[in-house]
């Protein structure tokens, strides 16, 4: 029976004590912001001497007694900021103004240091009155960059006669402290090529499209496709280059059809020309998110038969978006068609022929 009492005994002067710890009428409030920010301090809420301005409001619980004091605590979330030879581990705090409105009554800083800034309210402040506690901060390293981290600004009250205080604490945000940025990358792709009009994934056979005997009793016409993928958000162009004209070693040169006009329907007439066939499907389309959009057949290349002339055209083939060669149905097809006359001199003829592609990223 002895030790059942001594034990509750125990028990009672355990708790009686940490009552005794505990501040009396202690309010925990709400803090906010003060009207001067929103919590993130960037360069542009930066004085020219390094320091920012950091408010803490609230409503009093209370009223509180003329010569009140309020402390403001600065506590650096990251120790690295406050510890390692920077300007916030070796310069106090700042006040906000000589003279600061605290719930329209005036207040005097009485201390200033690292960590703390102390001041006193000169006359009482009625109770549920919207106030607002302010404290500058140095938030700037020595080379001019802001802190990348967080610090907390707390505010507490003690009252002359009263045990009452009231107690908060919110955090504020420096040179992107609270921000984390996800970077990644796409690389950008390109592919280009030259292939067998009938299988597109056998490249021409030595980059040579064969025409054959020209001769006055059928047009000549040999063909390759031109297989494009790119990722390029803004699409891609195709330009085509040549030599000159298809000639006989200087000597002659075949005429340069008509555009717009089949040579074929003209069997009588000298000509030489190209005919494309652009791509039905393989452009992105950002609506549906498939590849199903054709490409565009540019400038004079948009009809059949069109001379290649000996400079760049201004454009061959484009699309405005990422494309995907897969298919025959997703390339370009290219068709040489040559017609010769009687009055043609004999002759090995040739052309070389250069595409560029070029992505818009």
């Not at 120790?79 to 310069?91: E, L, M, P």
């Not at 240091?113 to 102390?118: C, F, G, I």
């Not at 107690?167 to 420096?174: K, L, R, S």
Request: hydrophobic share 35%.
């Amino acid at each position: 029976m002895n030790k059942y009492y001594l034990k509750v005994s125990s028990f009672v002067a355990l708790f009686a004590m940490c009552v005794a710890l505990l501040p009396a009428n202690a309010a925990g409030l709400d803090s906010t912001y003060g009207t001067s920010t929103d919590g993130e301090i960037d360069t542009t809420e930066t004085g020219a001497d390094g320091y920012a301005t950091a408010t803490v409001a609230w409503t009093t619980s209370h009223a509180y007694p003329a010569e009140s004091d309020v402390t403001l605590t600065v506590l650096w979330s990251d120790t690295d900021v406050r510890n390692f030879g920077n300007q916030a581990s070796s310069t106090d705090l700042l006040g906000c103004v000589t003279t600061t409105q605290f719930g329209l009554q005036d207040y005097d800083y009485t201390s200033l240091a690292k960590d703390t800034a102390v001041f006193q309210v000169e006359t009482q402040v009625p109770g549920a009155t919207a106030v607002e506690a302010c404290v500058r901060v140095p938030v700037q390293q020595a080379g001019g960059d802001l802190y990348q981290g967080n610090f907390s600004l707390a505010f507490i009250t003690t009252e002359p006669g009263n045990t009452t205080s009231d107690f908060g604490i919110i955090e504020y945000y420096v040179g992107g402290g609270n921000d984390v940025t996800v970077t990644g990358n796409v690389q950008p792709t390109l592919e280009f090529a030259i292939t067998q009009p009938g299988d597109i994934a056998v490249e021409l056979t030595n980059h040579i499209c064969d025409l054959g005997s020209m001769t006055t009793a059928a047009e000549a016409t040999c063909s390759y496709r031109l297989k494009i993928s790119t990722n390029a958000a803004l699409g891609f162009t195709v330009n085509v280059n040549t030599n000159g004209g298809l000639s006989n070693q200087g000597y002659a040169t075949i005429t340069d059809c008509t555009d717009g006009t089949l040579i074929a329907s003209q069997p009588t007439v000298e000509a030489y020309g190209i005919g494309v066939d652009g791509a039905d499907v393989g452009g992105y389309n950002s609506s549906t998110q498939l590849y199903n959009e054709p490409i565009l057949e540019e400038g004079s290349f948009a009809t059949d038969d069109t001379p290649i002339t000996t400079y760049t055209q201004p454009l061959f083939v484009s699309y405005t978006e990422g494309f995907s060669g897969t298919d025959t149905a997703s390339t370009s097809l290219v068709e040489h068609r040559a017609q010769v006359t009687a009055a043609t001199p004999a002759g090995i003829y040739t052309q070389l022929v250069t595409y560029t592609i070029t992505p818009d990223f």
